[in-house]
């Protein structure tokens, strides 16, 4: 592990520039410039090969496998045409690191597949991982394979790297995908933070974080930093740039944090959400332990809804009922709803002859009858109510949930899913992280 990251300081300390980013009239200063949206994922038009010069031969070899500088070089190359970032004599040893690097974990990813003899990826399951990705950019398997070839990576160089990929996917959800499962408590807390956060001014963001740690020191993260944002305004995909060049978790989704509610981050990156316009790209944001590269994608004020779901219990009574037919009613239903709960009341109503009951579903407070209203406001879930006269008669209502509402909460199965990612995302750095401290690597 001392070779890696003595290397990686190394690369990253090439990094260093005095480079200025020029303002936009008006701009933040928080701000680097406006990023084409367009230009989010990889990009489509083809690229002339990168001009570079590698020693060949073996550059290092892991466990009993080795990485030699053809295969250094076409790793390089690919990771250029994908990111779009330009080689220069300034950031290239950090290119043929963050290279280096991918392959000494697709080499251990690889020797972990070959362990179990079950796992094989077809070249069915390549081709369809090729469409999908071309399909993302918006062009065909053909064009996308061209674009590659045009650049130097040859397709076999492609294929195998998207075996492995499929491969390690595949055995992560395997092993791992009993214990990335969630408690039900644990989506209801994080539903339950949801909705306290749906009323507070939200951000859409992109992130790139550089570890100061892995790169040669905070120095050398924002030096790496500057050139990346430079490179990104002057239309390097950000997506691409975030998966070659991240370290946060989010790397794998091509930088996607997804919403980040106010308050939630901390003061350094609160102060560039506050002041970053959509389309934005931020300068280099410091932070203990290293650098992050914000993109603010969008923003929304968080006015959320309130969301109720009631049952009731009701006689009907026209509004010229009489005093004493009222009064009976009322009388009845105070003393039916000690006995009731929201299980219970419809089977109850059906039971007994002059009840009517029914499921009124889920609804925002603000369109329920006005007589509804301040029990869905204030009363506890899982209380019944007084009597409640309204011009078709006296009702029981069943407070049996509540929730906010509108598109900034997301549903429990989309929480779940968004805390089972998060988890098998940790387990398979661990994983990894544990690969690596157990493998032989030397560095030629």
Not at 37 to 64: C, H, K, R, Y
Not at 249 to 255: L, R, Y
Not at 318 to 344: F, G, H, N, Y
Request: charged share 20%; hydrophobic share 40%.
């Amino acid at each position: 592990m001392g070779l890696r990251l003595s290397t990686t300081a190394i690369a990253f300390a090439a990094l260093l520039s005095t480079a200025a980013f020029a303002q936009v009239p008006g701009q933040s200063p928080a701000a680097a410039g406006v990023l084409n949206p367009g230009a989010e994922a990889a990009p489509q038009s083809a690229a002339p090969e990168a001009q570079f010069q590698l020693a060949d031969g073996i550059v290092a070899t892991v466990n009993d496998s080795v990485i030699t500088g053809f295969d250094l070089r076409q790793r390089m190359l690919m990771l250029i045409a994908m990111t779009q970032v330009q080689p220069t004599p300034e950031n290239l040893p950090a290119i043929q690191q963050q290279a280096l690097n991918a392959l000494i974990e697709e080499h251990l990813q690889a020797q972990e597949i070959a362990k179990y003899e079950t796992l094989k990826i077809t070249d069915e399951e390549v081709d369809r991982d090729i469409a999908e990705t071309a399909q993302q950019v918006g062009t065909t398997p053909e064009n996308y394979i061209t674009f590659l070839r045009q650049a130097g990576i040859r397709t076999s160089t492609l294929r195998e790297q998207i075996r492995t990929e499929i491969g390690w996917r595949e055995l992560v959800g395997g092993r791992f995908n009993a214990r990335s499962r969630v408690s039900q408590a644990q989506v209801d807390q994080a539903v339950r933070q949801a909705e306290a956060s749906a009323t507070k001014p939200q951000y859409l963001i992109g992130e790139i974080y550089i570890e100061a740690a892995r790169v040669g020191g905070q120095q050398a993260a924002l030096n790496g930093a500057q050139q990346l944002v430079g490179q990104m305004v002057q239309g390097a995909p950000f997506q691409a740039v975030a998966r070659q060049f991240s370290a946060a978790p989010s790397a794998v989704n091509g930088g996607d944090a997804g919403w980040v509610v106010q308050g939630s981050v901390n003061p350094q990156l609160q102060a560039s959400l506050d002041t970053l316009q959509v389309g934005q790209l931020s300068n280099p944001i410091p932070v203990d332990g290293g650098v992050y590269i914000i993109y603010m994608r969008d923003k929304r004020s968080g006015a959320a809804t309130s969301l109720v779901s009631l049952k009731q219990v009701m006689i009907e009574l026209p509004e010229t009922a009489s005093e004493t037919d009222v009064a009976a009613a009322t009388q009845r239903l105070t003393a039916l709803a000690p006995q009731l709960t929201c299980d219970t009341m419809l089977a109850r109503a059906t039971s007994e002859a002059g009840l009517l009951g029914s499921d009124l579903g889920e609804a925002d407070v603000q369109n329920l009858a006005p007589q509804f209203q301040q029990i869905a406001r204030s009363a506890e879930v899982g209380s019944i109510s007084t009597p409640v006269r309204t011009p078709l008669g006296l009702h029981l209502i069943g407070l049996c949930g509540r929730r906010a509402g509108g598109p900034e909460v997301p549903s429990r199965q989309e929480v779940e899913f968004r805390l089972r990612n998060a988890n098998l995302s940790m387990l398979a750095r661990r994983y990894m992280r544990d690969l690596r401290a157990d493998a032989l690597i030397e560095l030629k």
